[in-house]
């Protein structure tokens, strides 16, 4: 669906054809840590869709004891105060 979305964004062929090619030969120099983390993201849930296709993950996990089953909630509980985390800010009424 999003890749429709460049047909009619496009005034013209020529410009379809432009922003094609830029699309598809773009590769970033760098990758930032939000690249790195939505190419996690994106090649888990296509891992986890495969798994779960052949094995029921959900009967395997409940099974598994209680201390294995708070690794995977503890693990997203740090990852989300990681990176929501942002340098502090100085007090405004410090600066006088």
């Known amino acids: 669906m999003t890749a429709l979305w460049i047909i009619f964004r496009a005034r013209s062929m020529a410009e379809l054809w432009n922003i094609m ?9 760098q990758v930032s840590t939000g ?11 296509w891992a986890a869709q495969i798994l779960t296709e052949n094995i029921d993950l959900k009967k395997r996990f409940l099974v598994l004891p209680i201390p294995l089953k708070i690794i995977p909630y503890l693990a997203v509980a740090a ?12 007090f405004i009424y410090f600066q006088f």
Do not use: D
């Open 21 to 29: 090619t830029v699309m598809a030969s773009s590769i970033p120099s």
């Open 35 to 45: 690249m790195a983390v939505a190419c996690g993201i994106m090649v888990w849930a």
């Open 79 to 90: 990852l989300v105060l990681i990176f929501s985390s942002e340098t502090p800010k100085s």
